[in-house]
């Protein structure tokens, strides 16, 4: 059985996010995966308190949507 990602409550962020990355999330005011996904990998690594946990995790989340991060192939 298939189990889908567990996502943060109204949001389709993962829920694995650290408390310093949703901070940073809500600091930039992205709220979901379409609007980080018009960030490039790099805008969105520059945020403060996004790590290389972070990254995977949204890069996941993305993908089971369909989205990347801007300028990516």
Do not use: C, W, Y
Not at 7 to 35: C, F, I, M
């Amino acid at each position: 059985m298939e189990t889908k990602p567990a996502r943060l409550p109204g949001s389709d962020l993962p829920a694995g996010l650290s408390k310093p990355a949703q901070r940073a999330l809500a600091n930039a005011g992205l709220t979901g995966l379409a609007q980080v996904a018009k960030l490039s990998a790099g805008e969105f690594q520059a945020l403060h308190g996004i790590g290389p946990k972070a990254v995977g995790l949204i890069r996941e989340a993305m993908a089971v949507k369909g989205l990347r991060f801007k300028n990516e192939a």
